[in-house]
């Protein structure tokens, strides 16, 4: 029964894989018809491969922003009886546009959330990366398998793996492959691990030495990151230290000096009463 069930699992991720699906097909029309930075590229960026995610966002987002136009309309009508017809519609624009702004933003913090997301999965897939081509698989056999990995643990970023091993199925540099890798996922290490490839392949060096020094660097270069946020992290107390902490120290230091000072000058009496 397990041999069937991950049998079936194959045959599902050969299916998803496959250049045919609908998915892969409209990701390479965006790719090539697209900026990077164009709204159906940060859908895809966001996790959102679907061809119908382009239209099913711009119908929320100005869904929302009617929704919010009636409620302030009807809000200003009703609190502020006095107000104009046109100084209330004037609002109800302002609201809506600000509201369809904070759902491209929303999309926008969604893709970031992705990238943090993507970063912490990298060292895995360098690792697994480098068992694959030690093991004797060509780059593109390692990435397939790869990405057949990651889809059962995490289907966004192993569908982006299995792009790359679309990519130079079709005859695209693997560097290449990685760049839009990188740009799609917004990865430094990506971006990094694409030049050090286009380099290797210039030089003719062995792919799998070159994927082992790019993980030691990368993970060095995470090593330095986390020291410098530690380091950074005295700097960064030192507002809400004074702002929180200061002002009840002070508080706790001075009243007994206070009650005391009062204290005497209450006690005191005028000259001569005696």
Known sequence: AQTDRRALQGAEID????????????????????????????????????????????????????????????????????????????????????????????????????????????????????????????????IDRTAREFLATNPDFGTHLGIIALEIRAGRPSYEALTNFGNRTNIEEAKSLAILFRQSEELGSSVSKTLRTFSTEMRQMRIIRAEEKANSLPVRMIFPIGLFMFPVNLIIVLVPVLVTIIKIFTDLQPAGSI
Do not use: H
């Open 15 to 142: 299916e998803y894989l496959g250049s045919e699906t609908d998915n892969i097909q409209y990701y390479f029309e965006v790719m090539n018809n697209d900026g990077k930075d164009s709204l159906r590229m940060r859908l895809i960026r966001a996790g959102f491969f679907n061809r119908s995610a382009l239209t099913y966002f711009n119908l929320f987002r100005i869904g929302v922003a009617i929704v919010f136009f009636v409620a302030a309309v009807l809000a200003v009508t009703v609190f502020v009886p006095g107000t104009s017809t046109v100084s209330a519609m004037i609002l109800g624009m302002i609201v809506s546009g600000v509201v369809f702004i904070f759902a491209s933003l929303m999309l926008d913090n969604r893709g970031k959330k992705k990238e943090i997301e993507y970063r912490k999965m990298f060292p895995d897939f360098m690792d697994l990366l480098i068992v694959c081509v030690d093991a004797g698989l060509s780059f593109e056999a390692a």
